[in-house]
């Protein structure tokens, strides 16, 4: 893409600072284009990162992942995307859908069910539990989409989505012992999702097919000496 480009900001505040909104207008030299995006203060910074990835084709990734210290283990696996939109808590579900629409990646973790995603209680307006559930599903039809929580595949396939996705995924003792896991122990659980969660950051820039492949590998070689990487392997799936 050639030449220059100009943000230009106006905003009008409408029942106080929290409220205030935003146009902000991009307009590119040589290769005239225009957007013009309104936006509430809190979501400025979104979506100036949202314009800059267009303006340079670059792809947009949003990362759902409910804020709760027993799936903190998952962090690393987008610590290192670069531009990447991260909500943790705090917004509706009209916000994250409506933040799906705009994005190309949409990775999602934390605890779940085959009914959605868990908001742990740190979303607004959730009322059934899930921040992403079956209101979810046509704003995720399209997308390059990965799925991590436990029964994230019955919840794919039931919708009939694609994606990246795990099945039952043992995280903690106690879900090792509900799934009969002999003897596990702390050590093996944290030693499994490190494998699982350093794979997947390693190659979360490749396609879902590719990611797919380079941590069923890997993660088989460590479930040989881990029975609940084993276990955890043999439930991933990829539908392209």
């Known amino acids: 893409m050639a030449g220059l480009f100009l943000f230009v900001v106006n905003h009008e505040a409408r029942g106080g600072q929290a409220n205030k909104m935003f146009w902000i207008s991009v307009y590119l030299f040589g290769n005239p284009e225009h957007?013009?995006?309104?936006?509430?203060?809190?979501?400025?910074g979104m979506i100036f990162v949202i314009l800059l990835q267009k303006l340079f084709n670059m792809k947009r990734t949003l990362v759902i992942h409910p804020k709760d210290k027993s799936t903190d283990f998952l962090k690393p696996i987008y610590a290192n995307i670069e531009g990447a939109t991260i909500v943790t808590e705090g917004w509706s579900k009209e916000?994250?859908?409506?933040?799906?629409?705009?994005h190309d990646r949409i990775i999602m973790m934390g605890h779940g069910s085959p009914y959605g995603l868990f908001s742990i209680g740190?979303?607004?307006?959730?009322?059934?539990?899930?921040?992403?559930?079956?209101?979810s599903v046509k704003h995720l039809r399209g997308k390059?989409?990965?799925?991590?929580?436990?029964?994230?595949?019955?919840?794919?396939?039931?919708?009939?989505?694609?994606?990246?996705?795990?099945?039952?995924?043992?995280?903690?003792?106690?879900e090792a012992y509900a799934c009969r896991i002999i003897e596990p122990t702390q050590q093996m659980v944290d030693g499994s999702?490190?494998?699982?969660?350093d794979t997947i950051s390693e190659n979360v820039d490749l396609t879902l097919k590719e990611i797919y492949d380079a941590t069923t590998k890997r993660y088989s070689e460590y479930a040989k000496r881990n029975t609940i990487a084993h276990y955890n392997n043999s439930r991933l799936v990829c539908i392209e």
């Open 35 to 44: 957007f013009v995006i309104h936006a509430t203060g809190e979501r400025v």
């Open 95 to 102: 916000d994250v859908n409506a933040a799906i629409d705009t």
């Open 122 to 135: 740190r979303f607004i307006d959730t009322k059934n539990g899930f921040i992403i559930d079956a209101h």
């Open 144 to 174: 390059e989409c990965i799925f991590i929580w436990c029964y994230a595949s019955d919840f794919v396939n039931y919708h009939n989505l694609k994606g990246f996705s795990t099945g039952m995924f043992i995280s903690e003792v106690g």
């Open 193 to 197: 999702n490190s494998f699982f969660v």
